[in-house]
């Protein structure tokens, strides 16, 4: 099963991103999505191969925002696609059945959906405003997590649901609380100055004081 907690890469450079994942990987994420937008072929080809590195020295799992192409040249665990991106069918034709494929979705109708075309988790959201994405879909809050976990319930529907958007430490029991798999962070993490306790809290609320 997968980690309850993703950490989606901030910086505006090659350096700045690697630096950010570095250090997420340092003080306990195991679980790397690489989020390098409006950047070159080339740029985002050389980071992607260097925070591979990365990742498998520290064991951890590398996915890619939105570029299939750039997972699949470079045989990353995954790939992380919206619902303006590449249709998840058509990335598993590409990327084969054992990749992670994990699809956004913004109401029970997307869930429904990933899951018939086959992704393997769901980030939803947003659960309240963030500035690290433009062009928000409508914000969920707590309600609308526990009304769409209900309704999966009511229908056995499965996959692992991950929170996003503007999640703090303090939210994180009460998310957990309906049900939901982890939480996918990007600001939390990038922007904390402790983040060996920041991780080691967020793993203690996600897992239940287990430490991982
Ligand atoms: C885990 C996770 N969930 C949702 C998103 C958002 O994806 P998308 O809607 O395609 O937006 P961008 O990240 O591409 O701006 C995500 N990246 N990860
Ligand atoms: C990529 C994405 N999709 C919905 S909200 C979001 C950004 C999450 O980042 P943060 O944890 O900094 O709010
Ligand atoms: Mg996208």
């Not at 997972?71 to 919206?82: E, N, P, R, S, T």
């Not at 990335?91 to 992670?100: Q, S, W, Y």
């Not at 990933?114 to 914000?139: A, M, V, W």
Request: net charge negative.
């Amino acid at each position: 099963m997968y980690n309850k907690l993703q950490y989606i890469s901030q910086g505006n450079t090659i350096e700045e991103q690697l630096h950010n994942i570095h250090e997420a990987l340092d003080n306990g994420c195991d679980w790397i999505q690489m989020r390098f937008k409006n950047q070159t072929d080339s740029d985002c080809y050389k980071l992607a191969e260097a925070a591979k590195f990365l990742c498998e020295e520290y064991l951890a799992n590398f996915i890619i925002n939105d570029n299939v192409a750039l997972a699949q040249k470079i045989a990353a665990d995954g790939v992380h696609l919206g619902l303006m991106d590449m249709k998840i069918k058509d990335a598993r034709d590409i990327l084969g059945k054992t990749k992670i494929i994990g699809g956004t979705a913004n109401t029970f109708e997307n869930i429904k959906n990933h899951i018939q075309n086959g992704c393997d988790y769901i980030g939803l959201g947003p659960f309240r405003f963030t500035t690290t994405k433009e062009k928000l879909s409508p914000i969920l809050g707590l309600e609308s997590y526990e009304s769409i976990i209900a309704e999966m319930k009511k229908q056995n529907l499965e996959v692992p649901i991950y929170a996003i958007g503007g999640i703090d430490l303090s939210d994180v029991e009460a998310l957990m609380q309906t049900g939901i798999h982890g939480i996918a962070v990007s600001g939390l993490i990038t922007e904390n100055p402790s983040k060996t306790k920041l991780i080691t809290q967020l793993n203690e609320k996600l897992y239940g004081n287990v430490i991982v």
